[in-house]
């Protein structure tokens, strides 16, 4: 997910391949990416229709990135102890635990389009809240107005499910937007630990595995394991452990390496629309003309937000 996400934590990688770029791996890196962000959004809305708990897709989600790059953790150690507590509270409570059961538990109620816009697409809302919050940063005017786009295309999502007669799509909608207020944390706590993208991976992913293991041993969360196929695992296992957990954090780093910051911003914008044509034939959703209108306006409020 998400073109501003991981832009800290690859600065370096970007600066270092900068003598020898070329734009096709760029472009090839950066499809990658957006095809899995827009996983992202699609798994998390098959999580209700799958045998599979939350906490064990999450356990999927954080342990196999654990269990792939923990050989790095000992390259890694000395930069990752100088992380300041709070740029690592950041990234765990944004992009950890919290985060992805606040995210699963709003796109059980919603779409996956609503998923994917309503966390990725808000997230320079979320930033410039928080970046305001924390260090007093303003929003410049046009900034501000990419941000009211963004908003007006929400207000269009909202409103494609007006017809609704209980306050689930509403609650679940809620939660998107707080899990998107989440990812935006996690974006600044990446900006402000400093790290590479492996070291970022493990930042999040061990401590969040680790801790999913005691909830699930105290029976603090429910979980399915032994309840459920390799098969029916494996969409979240490519998706989620393997998509979002590894790849991602490498094909963006490349895309960042071989290509500029508001170039990779503005194609990784595309992941809501993506989601949301994908969710058409995967999971069965329909499509309405205010949704479109709605995933539209804050694809466009996303890249105009990147250029300011």
Not at 13 to 30: C, E, K
Not at 113 to 129: D, E, F, K, R
Request: charged share 5%; proline share 5%.
């Amino acid at each position: 997910m998400r073109g501003s996400t991981l832009t800290a934590g690859t600065g370096g990688l970007a600066g270092r391949g900068a003598t020898q770029t070329s734009p096709l791996i760029g472009y090839a890196a950066m499809v990658l990416t957006v095809l899995i962000w827009a996983g992202f959004a699609l798994s998390i809305r098959a999580i209700g229709a799958s045998p599979l708990a939350p906490a064990d897709v999450a356990l999927i989600r954080f342990g196999l990135p654990t269990l792939l790059l923990l050989p790095f953790l000992p390259s890694r150690w000395s930069m990752l102890r100088r992380v300041k507590p709070l740029s690592a509270l950041m990234v765990l409570a944004g992009g950890g635990l919290p985060f992805f059961f606040m995210a699963s538990a709003g796109g059980k109620v919603t779409s996956a389009a609503h998923v994917a816009a309503l966390i990725a697409g808000t997230t320079p809302l979320s930033v410039a809240l928080i970046a305001y919050a924390l260090d007093g940063q303003r929003i410049g005017a046009a900034r501000g107005r990419a941000i009211a786009i963004i908003l007006a295309g929400v207000v269009l999502l909202l409103v494609s499910q007006a017809h609704a007669s209980h306050g689930a799509f509403v609650g679940g909608a809620a939660l998107l937007l707080l899990a998107s207020l989440l990812w935006g944390s996690y974006t600044l706590g990446l900006r402000r630990a400093g790290l590479d993208a492996i070291g970022c991976a493990l930042l999040l992913s061990v401590p969040s595995f680790l801790l999913l293991v005691l909830l699930v041993a105290l029976g603090v969360v429910d979980s399915h394991i032994g309840h459920f196929s390799m098969t029916s695992a494996m969409p979240f296992l490519l998706a989620q452990g393997l998509g979002v957990g590894v790849i991602s954090s490498v094909s963006y780093a490349l895309a960042i390496r071989h290509l500029d910051t508001p170039r990779c911003s503005a194609i990784g914008s595309l992941a809501p629309a993506l989601a949301c044509l994908g969710a058409v034939p995967l999971l069965g959703e329909s499509l309405t003309l205010t949704v479109v209108c709605g995933i539209a306006a804050i694809t466009a409020g996303v890249i105009l937000a990147n250029r300011a």
